[in-house]
Nanobody, 115 residues
Framework: QVQLVESGGGLVQPGGSLRLSCAASGSGRSILVMAWYRQAPGKQRESVAVITSGGNTNYADSVKGRFTISSDNGKNTVYLQMNSLKPEDTAVYYC?????????WGQGTQVTVSS
């Protein structure tokens, strides 16, 4: 079992930056992929950024060049650095971890981009 705890959300002005963190506890060695998803009001949850245990990354087109996903394997933590934030980035951001047999979700953290 893996527990995920997100932090770092908040209110930021357009053009600003935030860094989200996701700390994983439990059977961390079984995790193959970690990712950030987001869900805006009235919209489906969508993948934002993915990082594999080997360090390969992938991003949604809407965030390429602005967001960076990284991990600190020693701390079992994954980060999402978000720069040049736009109002359309407003959403609840969820941390996701996948093993061979299971998928785990964090509780979500609100990011609001508004002036």
């Amino acid at each position: 079992q893996v527990q995920l705890v997100e932090s770092g959300g908040g209110l930021v002005q357009p053009g600003g930056s935030l860094r989200l963190s996701c700390a994983a506890s439990g059977s961390g060695r079984s995790i193959l992929v970690m990712a950030w998803y987001r869900q805006a009001p009235g919209k489906q949850r969508e993948s934002v950024a993915v990082i594999t245990s080997g360090g390969n990354t992938n991003y949604a087109d809407s965030v390429k060049g602005r967001f960076t996903i990284s991990s600190d394997n020693g701390k079992n933590t994954v980060y999402l650095q978000m720069n040049s934030l736009k109002p359309e980035d407003t959403a609840v951001y969820y941390c996701n971890a996948r093993s061979i047999v299971s998928v785990f979700w964090g509780q979500g953290t609100q990011v609001t981009v508004s002036s």
